[in-house]
Nanobody, 124 residues
């Protein structure tokens, strides 16, 4: 059974940093990418970043480019999201997900398995 567990969220002041982790288990082959998404209260789920399994290609939403960095540790089966220069508008539940579809994109409906999410709150 596929399992994704996020961690690393919390409360941080504007301009601060957090590193989120997504630990994956229950599968070994076949998925094409892991993505990070976020959902704020009353808003739709939006794609933040993904990393493609085959070649490590990454993509970011315009709102986080230059501030967030996605990376992976294949030995630990863990994907990270380093978030710097955080803004109040980054406040949301952050979720990771895997996709077996191609092409890999920041489209939530294309993802097959989801974690429960971790809360990120940016506030002074």
């Amino acid at each position: 059974q596929v399992q994704l567990v996020e961690s690393g969220g919390g409360l941080v002041q504007p301009g601060g940093s957090l590193r989120l982790s997504c630990a994956a288990s229950g599968f070994t082959l076949g998925y094409h990418g892991i993505g990070w998404f976020r959902q704020a209260p009353g808003k739709e789920r939006e794609g933040v970043s993904f990393i493609k399994t085959s070649d490590g290609r990454t993509e970011y939403a315009d709102s986080v480019k230059g501030r967030f960095t996605i990376s992976r540790d294949n030995v630990k089966n863990t994907v990270y999201l380093q978030m710097n220069s955080l803004k109040p508008e980054d406040t949301a539940v952050y979720l990771c997900a895997i996709t077996y579809s191609l092409p890999v994109a920041l489209t939530p409906v294309m993802y097959d398995y989801w974690g429960q999410g971790t809360q990120v709150t940016v506030s002074s």
